[in-house]
């Protein structure tokens, strides 16, 4: 007889990959042989968030994953990803040295450590543990670091993509250097937040890295959006993925050329809009000259309180006819009306994820303006509690139940921190159910989603 027991290790792991979460704790009680086919998939994302800073006490016994990994190296093989999002602290602004102890020594056995995420200020004390790793491609990094360090940390030279969160002037400075090593594999780059990344550094940037396939120059002030456009037009006509930020304080147009994004490739688009003057709906509108195939849009404003301009709404999605193909919208931190939505619904048919501010108090008229989106399977709800006065109203079950039983598609509504999922039932047409919900601390709202990702 064929038990589970009996099927080949190979299988098992397979099978298991469709597990996750605590689900795969539990199968791995079940049996030996499931816990063998468990642990590569256990093991292959390591992840200490918040939560587990909070509860870290290694004096009483509750340990962090990476002491784990140093007591048994055994596992070590199977990590792919490693997820640093917070620190715990002894006290103000001291890490604890302990877990900075078993960080570094659990790093030193990844031996097959293929992307690596550290949010907290804590990098140099890892830098020599990261040394050495052959097929690190990955990697998202506070980058405060000293020039001793930023050379440490520019011995990686197999990266795919990086990610730079408030760079110090020398990591900076040194970035042309490090480039012309990652100019056969660096195909994604963010600087996020750098007061020294200016046009020049940029064009001298650029034009190392022709395999460069997104770019994300987020926050850095010395870099306007027509100096970032120029840089980009000039040195890489093939990006797909492209972020950047409007400032207020921008030069006029006429200074450079050309102002109009000419990208025929580009797909995924977000800009981090920071004044707040009516030349803002302009300036976004000479951006969209070429953008027919766009399947991703975000845009961010400075000013919750600032409502949606009509001109912006207009160029998502023209009267004429003429639209972008775009499956996932994202308007943040900005009032959008319900009329402005029926306009956008009733042109941008194609529409698979909607992230909007939900008006959760007139939640009947907003799913009767979205209803025309036959495609629509996810809405997410990026409203801000802290916004406006008072507590602000939630999503009910009801009201979950209406809007999927409106809209044939939608499945997936995430709000207020939980995930309601819902799938066809006989008796009340749709079963929804909630889970709770936690953004990943270290993913920048710019950034491509895993299911927007567009291959090189």
Known sequence: MVT???LNLDVLELIFTFVSGNDLVAVSSVSKSFL?????????????????????????????????????????????????HCA???????????????TADALKVCKNLTSFVCGPRILPALLSSLQGKKRLQDVHVYAALTTTQ??????????????????????????????????????????FMSQEVNGILLEALLC????????HVIGCSKAPHTVVIKAVTAYTPSLKEFSFTIFE??????????????????????????????MTAVTISSLFVSLTSLSTLVLKFADRQLPMWNSVIDLIAPSNGVTMPLKRLALMDCAVSIDMVGKLSSRCKDLEMLEIPLPIKDIQAFTTAISSLKELH???????????????????????????????????????????TGRPDFFSGVMVTPQRYKANATQHWFSPLKEDSYPS
């Open 4 to 6: 589970a027991d009996n």
């Open 36 to 84: 063998a086919g468990v642990i590569p998939c256990l093991y292959a994302t390591v992840s200490f968030t918040a939560k587990h800073a909070k509860r870290y006490r290694p004096e009483g016994g509750i340990m962090s994953p990476f002491l784990t990994l140093r007591h048994h190296p055994d596992l070590a093989v199977h990590v792919r990803h490693i997820d640093i």
């Open 88 to 102: 715990p602290f002894v006290a103000v602004g001291q890490v604890h040295p302990k877990f900075l102890s078993e």
């Open 150 to 191: 930023g050379e440490m940390l520019q011995k990686i030279t197999t990266l795919r993509s990086l990610t730079l969160d408030y760079p110090t002037w020398n990591v900076v400075d040194s970035l042309t250097r490090w480039a012309q090593s990652l100019q056969r594999t660096l195909s994604h780059l963010t600087i």
């Open 208 to 215: 190392l890295l022709p395999r460069l396939r997104g770019l």
């Open 249 to 278: 304080n921008t030069p006029p147009p006429s200074i450079f050329y050309p102002l109009a994004i000419t990208l025929p490739n580009l797909r995924h688009l977000a800009i981090d809009v920071r004044p707040i003057s009516d």
């Open 378 to 420: 996810t809405l997410t709800d990026v409203g801000d509690a802290h916004a406006s006065h008072g507590p602000r109203a939630t999503l009910a079950r009801n009201d979950v139940r209406y809007m999927m039983q409106a809209c044939v598609n939608l499945r997936t509504i995430v709000s207020d921190g939980r995930t309601w």
